[in-house]
């Protein structure tokens, strides 16, 4: 990106607007609503785990297809039938809210937000931060993606809230159903309206020494596989999206642990979601400046398992809330650093533009297996260890795969 023009920073405003929106419905409702949405559907903790794995599931079967599907199609195309798409399944879910549906729009989900859209997104921030920005472009994109999540996220909490009585907790079923139908609605729109501008002014972003965009042989993905740098980056996405995942949940912890109600508890999702932001953005930054993302990473690895064996350990106390909130905001820097930087180890292992798409399908079919495995892991630890104890073991899980991210990333360091 050897220009940083208004023409560039409104392209990327865009992929910001598109990088967070696509999600709304499948993952930020759950991450901010989680006790709503469990009370709503009524079905348990593990039971939404196994709605993430069908998701999970369906999703790696798109990331290995979507790859080679991006690197021959235009990203602007792809991305906002991604969206409107999207967009259709959550009016979908407004307007039935039952739970037989919710495998089936879940797995529907699993190809519209992967297939069409995921190595699009990347390979056309990749473009737009070309040889010099590489970590500030990705930084940026999930720093502006937290934004967005936490700002359209904090207007949804304000719409349920108005529809819920003064006191939630004394809120019957029928209620809480309705209030959440129009957070659903919001939410549908909105990743409605953002397909509509993607489509109408995202241009066609490539890199300057892209190759013309081909078809990808078996042969040519074989050899791509086989590159060191290629499974250690893929490990390293597995142990920052396993951290990612359990963001999931900091709205319940609130809820079991702290004795929150389920708008304050929301008001605590949302919170991490505006931790993002300022966390992706500085570490983009401070990655351009040192010249290796990876090193970044490796400490944002550090933070998460310090953070993870404070909370897994069971010393904090209940009261005062804020030692819970503070070590929470911790785990937030330590995630989100490494999950705003990831894909710049791209750029940092000398992977040709040209098969940009191809290469981060192969990485995200390893390295988003958590999307199958973390949700039920997640429901089983908290179902069957009810209070602090499921809590505290989640982020054991947590601390555990850090330390494996941090080793993965020395190792990723020493191949380059």
Not at 32 to 55: A, H
Not at 149 to 157: M, N, Q, Y
Not at 249 to 259: E, H, M, N, Q, Y
Not at 296 to 322: D, E, K, R
Request: glycine share 10%; hydrophobic share 55%.
């Amino acid at each position: 990106m050897a220009k940083t023009g208004p023409s560039r920073l409104f392209q990327l405003l865009l992929l910001m607007l598109a990088g967070e929106s696509v999600f709304f419905l499948p993952f930020v409702l759950v991450r901010v609503f989680r006790p709503t949405f469990l009370s709503v559907f009524e079905i348990t903790n593990l039971e939404l785990g196994t709605l993430f794995s069908i998701y999970g599931i369906v999703a790696m079967a798109a990331y290995f297809f979507g790859g080679p599907l991006a690197d021959r199609f235009s990203p602007r195309v792809l991305i906002a039938w991604a969206l409107l798409s999207t967009g259709l399944g959550g009016l979908f879910m407004a307007f039935t809210q039952s739970v037989g549906t919710l495998p089936w729009l879940y797995a529907f989900w699993g190809l519209t937000t992967i297939l069409l859209f995921w190595a699009a997104l990347i390979k056309a921030t990749r473009a737009l931060g070309g040889n010099e920005f590489q970590a500030r472009a990705f930084g940026f994109l999930d720093g502006g993606r937290g934004f967005i999540a936490a700002f359209i996220s904090s207007l949804a909490v304000v719409v349920f809230a108005f529809y819920l009585p003064q006191h939630t907790v004394s809120a019957t079923l029928a209620e809480q159903q309705g209030a959440f139908q129009f957070v659903i609605f919001f939410f549908s729109a909105w990743v409605i309206l953002i397909g509509i501008l993607i489509l109408i002014f995202l241009k066609n972003v490539q890199s300057d020494d892209s190759a013309i965009p081909h078809k990808i042989s078996l042969q040519q993905m074989g050899l791509i596989a086989r590159k060191p740098n290629i499974w250690f980056q893929a490990i390293i996405i597995v142990c920052a999206y396993v951290g990612y995942k359990i963001t999931d949940d900091f709205s319940l912890l609130a809820k079991d642990v702290l004795g929150y109600t389920d708008v304050e508890s929301a008001q605590v999702g949302t919170l991490a979601l505006w931790m993002r932001v300022i966390t992706a953005i500085t570490a983009g930054v401070l990655a351009d400046k040192i010249g290796q993302s990876s090193k970044v990473i490796s400490w944002g690895f550090l933070l998460t398992a310090m953070s993870g064996f404070v909370i897994g350990s069971g010393i904090l106390p209940n009261h005062p809330a804020y030692h819970y909130l503070l070590i929470i905001l911790i785990t937030c820097l330590g995630v989100y650093a490494v999950r705003g930087l990831y894909f710049a180890l791209i750029q940092e292992a000398n992977i040709s533009p040209s098969i940009t798409g191809t290469t981060i399908g192969i990485i995200s079919v390893i390295g988003f297996t958590p999307e199958i495995f973390m949700g039920p892991l997640m429901g089983y630890l908290l179902d069957e260890n009810p209070g602090a104890l499921g809590h505290q073991l989640v982020f054991l899980v947590l601390a555990g795969f850090a330390m494996i991210g941090w080793v993965s990333t020395i190792l990723f360091r020493r191949s380059i």
